[in-house]
Structures are given as C-alpha cells and as structure tokens.
C-alpha cells in the first residue's frame, strides 16, 4: 500500500470500491488500442475540417480505472488527469491518463514512438502495465 495515502482513506476505498488498492498502486490493463481524429478549429462550429492531428487511445476501465482515481489525491493535474508510468512490452515512459465521463475510465495515449517500437496502431489489442 502506497505510504503517502492515508488510512483512514484507504479503508473508505477498500469499503466503496470492494477492494483493496494494489500494492504500491500497479496494474496490468489489456484492451484495443483506438484514434482520435481532431477537426480545424477555425472550422470546428460549421463541423470543421479533418485535422492532421490524430491520437492513439487505450481507453482505462473497470477496477484499474476505480484504482487509479482511489490513488489520484496529491498525482493529479490539469483537467483531472493523473501522473502515471507506463510499459507496452520492452518500452516505458511517463504519462498522463485523462478522465472519460462516456467511458467511466481514462484515456491512455499511446504516443507514436512507442507505437512503432511495439508495431501496434489503431484496432490492435495491447496490454499495459501501469503504475502512480
């Protein structure tokens, strides 16, 4: 268990969400990884333009999702989103994952350097290790 989470909220979390945190707030996720496509902002009222800009997602939920938001106090940034690290196979960096209201998770992106070391895009099934 993480030191820096207080008791007392720790047992409110193992009391809502049925569990307890994992130790030292890790988890394994496995799910498909999926594109976001923009649209120009100039355009975006009259239902834009497609943009050159895309984004890689894997989208966090279920008892990862319950676990990160129980160890989010004092990891948190802009927009709810919370420090994490990640692993996909042999390559690891520091990220952040950003709250999905639809989802009821976060959004993992993917950047493209990890992508192509791993040789995984858009529809392939991924499995990551994440840790606050």
Partial sequence: MDPDLDPELIRF????????????????????????????????????KPSPMSWHFLT????????IRAG???????????????????TSWATSVFPSKEAGGYLLPVKAAVRKKEGVGEGDTVTVELSL
């Fill in 13 to 48: 979390l193992r009391e809502e969400l049925g569990h307890d945190l994992p130790a030292g707030g890790a988890w394994t996720f496995t799910g498909p990884l999926w594109i976001w496509k923009g649209k120009s902002a100039d355009n975006a009222a009259a239902g834009g």
């Fill in 60 to 67: 966090i939920t279920g008892p990862v999702a319950d676990g």
């Fill in 72 to 90: 989010a106090p004092g990891r948190s940034a802009a927009w709810g989103s919370v420090y994490v690290k990640v692993r996909l196979g042999g």
